[in-house]
């Protein structure tokens, strides 16, 4: 049981450029999300999904793209990468929405967008 | 809508001695609240969470969280700091039905030896 589970751990990307973080979890949760971590800003949700098929936006969604095909795998995809995108990204999942339900978070991705 | 907001950005203790890590909320519903933590270089691990039952709630490492609805209150306590506390901690919340948390902006928690 691998848990949460996120590919790349670092990718520096030149601004312009596009690309996709992946997210997968072996738990058979229903709810998955999308965060960014930023010094002195706590987590910002980007995206969520309920489930396989619907996805709906967050906090920060713009330049952002997810789609949500099985119920294991949530990618996160940067369109034309910004500096502003500079971050650490965290993927997270739950057994069923946020309201008591424990989050389990992936161990994250370093981006640097230069 | 739902707020959270940690009243202190860092909180320095010595080994042995009480933590508080202070946090407010902002809810219209019955909310759940949840402390998470996370080590340097590391992903976020719950800590506690509070579900409209008990409203002291212990965790592991031995926190503990009192939710006081008077207050709007949700504070982090631990009686004796250990050199392994050090790392930073989120308060969240989540109102019933909504399918969203808000983080708070972190407490990082240093300790003196």
């Known amino acids: 049981n691998a848990g949460v589970t996120q590919t790349p751990k670092f990718q520096v990307l030149k601004t312009g450029q596009s690309m996709t973080l992946q997210c997968a979890q072996d738990?058979?949760?229903?709810?998955m999300s999308w965060y960014r971590q930023d010094p002195g800003m706590g987590l910002r949700l980007i995206h969520y999904?309920?489930?396989?098929?619907?996805?709906d936006q967050g906090e920060v969604p713009n330049g952002y793209n997810v789609s949500r095909s099985t119920t294991e795998d949530f990618p996160l995809r940067l369109l034309s990468a910004a500096p502003s995108q500079t971050s650490v990204y965290f993927c997270?999942?739950?057994?069923?929405?946020?309201?008591?339900?424990?989050?389990?978070f992936g161990p994250g991705t370093r981006l640097t967008v230069t | 809508a739902q707020s959270v907001t940690q009243l202190d950005s860092h909180v320095s203790v010595s080994e042995g001695t009480p933590v508080l890590l202070r946090c407010n909320y902002s809810?219209?519903?019955?909310?759940?609240l949840f402390w998470y933590v996370q080590h340097p270089n590391k992903g976020l691990q719950l800590l506690l969470k509070?579900?409209?039952?008990?409203?002291l709630v212990k965790g592991i490492n031995g926190f503990e969280a009192e939710f006081k609805k008077s207050e709007t209150s949700f504070h982090l306590t631990k009686p004796s700091a250990h050199m392994s506390d050090a790392a930073e901690y989120f308060c969240?919340?989540?109102?019933?039905?909504?399918?969203?948390?808000?983080f708070g902006k972190g407490t990082r928690l240093h300790i003196l030896p």
């Open positions: 969240v919340v989540s109102d019933p039905g909504d399918d969203k948390i808000i």
């Open positions: 509070y579900t409209s039952a008990a409203t």
């Open positions: 999904s309920v489930g396989a098929g619907i996805t």
């Open positions: 738990m058979n949760h229903e709810y």
């Open positions: 997270a999942s739950s057994y069923s929405g946020t309201w008591a339900y424990e989050q389990y």
């Open positions: 809810s219209s519903y019955s909310p759940s």
